[in-house]
């Protein structure tokens, strides 16, 4: 088996190394740096018997000096192995004493290197383990900050819309009391000139009777009406009654401009303060998680291998891929029976294939880049609609039917239990979160959601999975944290990454109870045991696995990969 080389190395990895001997395939812990190869114990003590090479300068591997790059000097045809400490170049031994060097002063060009490699490291370490997290934080700020920034707009503008709506009726009140006002002017005035006609109606009813008498005096037929109009004096008439005409009121416009109104309400002012710098933690105090000795990783592993009859092999051997129609990327991944595999891309597409990349069903839902389906125990595909609140179910005949409705809750992730078919749903609010457990029958049986202090556990549980012992572990990306509970709900711990945070994708578990979990900072998948230590990286560049965001494992023991910069799904051996 081959060593792996130097370039093959990430400065931060903690993947096991091979020895380099040839036919040795031990872990390897040294380092000769006259032969520049990786050695284990046993070819160490080997190597410094050897009478050839036990003057060798063997070191422990951290401490190994680096191998230059073999490049010969163009003028001298000899090998490049010095600087020149006054020109600053690389030059071989005969440019020593060349008209250009002479009386300059040289050193060893493989310790000025071996110096560089272990600063480049430094600032390699401090990028992963402070500035890159320290960034990270000030983007969640801003985020938050955006967030303050919509809810106070948003309470502003509910304000002026109310307060609007408080001038409105007082505008309408006004304009009421006004009308009733009108009303009883109009009432008034009708008042009087119904009293003037009626003045006016008696009055010719008097006139009338008047004609009606005078009528008689003119053709007597009875001898008394005859006399007494002899006797009659002048006749005096009644005066037409007074009557006069309405004076009418008046409407007199209000005299307003849009300032005018502008003044009844409220305004809007931006406070002439100069923003507050965010704060940016100081590099010294950035914290670090200690990472589990090698002694502590072997006996864990010990322990392990007295329970199960598998355990890690020292390297990651890749078994075969299978491309994905129909998906551009692979941000999930869902083993069913029969062979059949179901995968879903950034976008939401989610395609059923068959192990020989025939498409079965695709269907569009808004999952997007979330753990958002699982297959049961019955093998049917359970995912869920954040949008809509609810999981739906997919039967083998291809029949979608809604399965549970989540309320007010957003269903983000989802897994269904290998041990007694439950179904754990990891979900949100815009203001929390939480992993709900239904049974098979999707009645709701836990709410996991605080801790024993009362704490919130999840902010963005986006990927969820159960490992053998019952806890539910959650990949809560705005967290950047693995959140493992026992199955009562206990909160266990939170892993929060080795070197430096994670950004975790993808999770799942295995026979031996260890925790996988897709990192979007190393572009690898981080391998923990049953209680968040950290054992090691599953994978570096010679695996060809570049932002691996979705993982599980099959019944045959071998691990799924998915990346989301690509439609390949590669499957490896990692257990032995």
């Not at 060009?109 to 000030?138: G, H």
């Not at 900050?145 to 707009?153: F, L, N």
């Not at 069903?361 to 595909?381: A, F, R």
Request: charged fraction near 25%; hydrophobic fraction near 30%.
């Amino acid at each position: 088996m081959m060593a792996l080389s130097e370039s093959q190395i990430p400065p931060d990895a903690q993947h096991y190394l091979v020895c380099g001997t040839e036919d040795c395939e031990r872990n390897c812990q040294f380092y000769c740096n006259d032969c520049h190869q990786p050695m284990c114990e046993q070819c160490r003590d080997e190597h410094q018997k050897n009478k050839k090479t036990k003057i060798h300068e063997v070191v422990p591997y951290k401490l190994r000096k680096r191998q230059l790059p073999v490049e010969k000097c163009k003028i001298h045809k000899k090998e490049i192995d010095l600087l020149c400490g006054e020109c600053q170049i690389p030059i071989c031994s005969k440019c020593t004493g060349t008209k250009e060097h002479r009386g300059h002063w040289f050193t060893n060009l493989e310790i000025v290197f071996a110096e560089k490699v272990s600063i480049y490291n430094k600032e390699i370490a401090n990028i992963r383990s402070y500035f890159e997290p320290t960034s990270k934080d000030l983007k969640k700020e801003i985020a938050g900050d955006v967030t303050k920034i919509k809810k106070t707009m948003e309470d502003i503008r509910t304000s002026m819309k109310a307060e609007a709506e408080s001038v409105k009726k007082l505008v309408d009140t006004v304009t009421s009391d006004k009308i009733e006002q009108v009303d009883k002017i109009e009432q008034s005035l009708l008042q009087t000139l119904n009293g003037q006609n009626q003045g006016i109606d008696d009055y010719i009813n008097y006139l009338n009777g008047l004609v009606k008498t005078f009528y008689g005096y003119l053709s007597p037929s009875d001898i008394n009406n005859l006399t007494f109009a002899l006797k009659s004096e002048k006749i005096l008439i009644k005066p037409i009654p007074e009557t006069s005409k309405p004076v009418p009121p008046v409407f007199t416009a209000g005299q307003y401009s849009k300032e005018d109104v502008a003044k009844l309400l409220g305004r809007i002012t931006v406070p002439n303060t100069k923003p507050e710098n965010r704060k940016i933690k100081p590099m010294e105090t950035a914290s670090t998680q200690l990472k589990p000795t090698g002694k502590q990783r072997k006996q864990d592993r010990e322990k392990s291998d007295v329970k199960q009859t598998l355990s890690l092999s020292s390297s990651v051997t890749k078994v075969r891929e299978y491309t994905v129609p129909g998906v551009y990327d692979v941000f999930h991944i869902s083993l069913g029976k029969s062979g059949r595999l179901w995968v879903s891309d950034y976008g939401g597409i989610l395609v059923q294939t068959d192990l020989q990349g025939n498409q079965l069903q695709k269907i569009q839902t808004n999952g997007g880049s979330d753990g958002y389906h699982t297959v049961t125990q019955d093998g049917d595909l359970i995912y869920t609609d954040k949008q809509n609140k609810v999981i739906n179910r997919i039967t083998p005949d291809n029949t979608i039917t809604e399965f549970i409705k989540t309320g007010n809750w957003r269903p983000l992730s989802i897994h269904s239990s290998q041990i007694n078919g439950d179904i754990l749903v990891g979900m949100q609010t815009d203001e929390e979160a939480k992993v709900t457990r239904y049974n098979k029958a999707g009645t709701e049986i836990q709410s996991i959601q605080r801790d024993n202090k009362g704490q919130p556990l999840y902010k963005y549980p986006h990927y969820i999975t159960e490992n053998i012992n019952g806890d539910v572990c959650v990949s809560d990306y705005n967290n950047d944290a693995v959140v493992v509970v026992d199955k009562s709900g206990q909160h266990r711990f939170s892993y929060t990454g080795q070197r430096s945070r994670i950004t975790p994708y993808g999770i799942c578990t295995d026979v031996l109870g260890h925790i996988l979990v897709c990192d979007d900072i190393s572009k690898s998948v981080h391998l923990l045991d049953q209680d968040g230590q950290f054992l090691s990286l599953l994978f570096t560049e010679q695996h060809g696995v570049d932002h691996p965001f979705s993982v599980c494992v099959d019944d045959e023991n071998n691990l799924w990969v998915g990346q989301y910069t690509t439609d390949t799904v590669k499957v490896y051996k990692y257990l032995q």
